[in-house]
C-alpha cells in the first residue's frame, strides 16, 4: 500500500495536477479524498466570499481625500531648541552654586571676636596659650561648640567617641587631670 499524500501533493490534486502514480492512490483512499474534499470545500468558501478589488481609480481618490482632510488641520511646529535645555541648565547652576557654597565656607575662618572665647576655653582647660594658638582647630572647635549644650552637640554628630576621649584625657598633664577634675565636679555640682 502506497504512504498517504503529503500536504504538497494534496494541493496538486485540488489544483488537478496530481501524476498519475499518486492519482491512483487517491482513488483507493478514502482519507486521502476525504482532505481533498475538505480543501476543495474551502477554497469554494473563500471564493464565495472573496471581497473583490477596488477600481484602479479608487487609490487615487483616496489619497486626494486623504489630503484635502489634513489640509485644514494645523501641522505641529517643532519645539523651541531652547525647550529641552532647562533641565541641564538647572542641574549646572544647581552644580555651580554647590562648588560656590563650598567655595565660601573653606574660605571663612574665624574672626577676632571669637579669640578670646578660644583664648578663655585654653586657660580654663590648663594648657599652653601659646601652643594652643598655633593649632587652628582648637579655635574652631572653640568657636562652633562654645556656646552650644551637650544635647546640641549630640544632635549634630559633634560628640566625640569614647577612644577619642580616653586618648585625649591619657595625652593630659597631671595638673590638666586636676583642672578637668575640678570643672567637672562643678559642672555636676559637687564643688569642692
Known sequence: MNPHLSPELLVDAVEGALAADRAAH???????????????????????????????????????????????????????????????LVALGAVAGAVALVALLRGVRPTDDHAPAATSVVAEAGLDPAIAGEDASVDVVSAVAGDLSFDELRSADLVPSRSVVDLAVSQLTDAQKQELMRLMREEVGGSE
Open 26 to 88: 487517491l482513488e483507493h483512499c478514502e482519507s486521502c479524498r476525504a482532505r481533498v474534499a475538505e480543501m476543495r470545500a474551502v477554497l469554494a468558501d473563500v471564493a464565495l466570499n472573496a471581497v473583490p478589488e477596488p477600481s484602479p481609480l479608487f487609490w487615487d481618490h483616496l489619497s486626494r481625500r486623504v489630503r484635502e482632510g489634513t489640509a485644514g488641520e494645523a501641522t505641529p511646529r517643532p519645539l523651541a531648541w531652547w525647550r529641552g535645555l532647562w533641565r541641564p
